[in-house]
């Protein structure tokens, strides 16, 4: 017994840190630890300053749109916003109507998500609750793969393959069209919805979902009536991201609108050609003399982008964690 007891612990021979630190190996963790929090700390504030410096380098640059000499700021904002005329490069009398661009976004972007929407979460609900676990682990990442495909790829896809498509078989005068941009939009859109839908689905967890059989209900009443509304603050956020993928593009709206500054005549008529701003900002920036109205003109449109998208972020942001507070709960 006395051998026993006086032979070592293998584990605590391994142990070779000892249990009462002396003061020069304290201070050398307490000073490591200080260390990596503040080079961590360091990291994300060079994230916001990055974000910080952004706003106010699109704010410098659109602040002389509004503030030009001879010009009253409420009426420039007023004719921004409102008139549906944009013609910057007018010798005589420029105009600086954006609504008929903020419009074409808002027409390519919402029928982007009617069509990807419903289709992203009918597959998060059949991988997260019909197909099999061998399945799933083929078809996510295959998904996920459209994400990592450039747009300028999307962008070709879109006028050599669907344009001629939709001009022979649909008649359209155009395959360059606000149809065209949205069907494209929509598959690029797919991968971030069905990705986060996908998460949210399997964060509600198996309990809630036998105890829905356990009272009588069917799968489709158990997915439709208890899953996705538990998980709803999680798919509100998928349709967000995706709708923050369908207005931040370019490329694939600057090559299958058609790029032409109106507004369609009937509303519903996608069969016409629009202009998004992104693909005014990509279009024109390149070519504008620098420091004119024209100039500051597009950068007043990316700042008008650049507010929507981040109010858009920060409603992301605070569902996703609703979500994560309900997963957690």
Not at 5 to 19: E, I, M, V
Not at 33 to 39: C, M
Not at 264 to 281: C, E, F, H, N
């Amino acid at each position: 017994m006395a051998a026993a007891s006086n032979q070592k612990d293998p584990a605590a021979a391994q142990f070779s840190r000892p249990l009462r630190l002396s003061f020069r190996d304290d201070m050398r963790s307490t000073l490591a630890a200080f260390l990596v929090r503040a080079f961590l700390l360091a990291v994300t504030a060079c994230s916001v300053l990055a974000v910080l410096l952004i706003f106010i380098f699109v704010i410098r640059q659109a602040a002389p749109f509004f503030t030009e000499p001879g010009v009253s700021a409420v009426g420039r904002l007023k004719e921004f916003l409102i008139s549906p005329r944009w013609f910057p490069e007018h010798p005589a009398a420029p105009e600086y109507g954006a609504l008929a661009i903020i419009v074409g976004s808002l027409y390519v972007t919402l029928t982007s998500l009617l069509i990807a929407v419903p289709t992203g979460l009918l597959a998060a609900v059949f991988l997260s609750d019909i197909a099999s676990f061998s399945v799933r682990q083929i078809c996510k990442p295959i998904i996920e793969i459209l994400a990592a495909i450039p747009s300028v790829a999307y962008g070709v896809f879109a006028v050599m393959l669907v344009a001629p498509w939709l001009q022979q078989h649909l008649g359209f005068s155009t395959g360059t069209n606000a149809l065209n941009a949205s069907l494209i939009l929509s598959i690029m859109a797919m991968p971030t919805i069905i990705s986060v839908a996908e998460d949210a689905l399997s964060a509600v967890g198996r309990d809630i979902r036998e105890a829905s059989y356990g009272l009588g209900a069917t799968r489709a009443e158990t997915m439709l009536r208890v899953v996705i509304p538990a998980a709803h603050s999680g798919i509100l956020a998928a349709v967000i991201l995706g709708m923050m993928r369908a207005v931040g593009e370019t490329m694939v709206v600057w090559m299958a609108s058609g790029n032409a500054a109106q507004i369609p005549s009937p509303w519903w008529d996608l069969s016409q050609s629009v202009r998004t701003m992104t693909a005014t900002i990509a279009g024109e920036l390149g070519e504008v003399p620098k420091e004119t109205a024209h100039f500051h003109s597009l950068f007043a449109v990316g700042l008008l982008l650049l507010v929507f998208t981040f109010c858009l972020n920060l409603v992301s942001e605070y569902l996703m964690a609703q979500m994560k507070r309900i997963a957690g709960r």
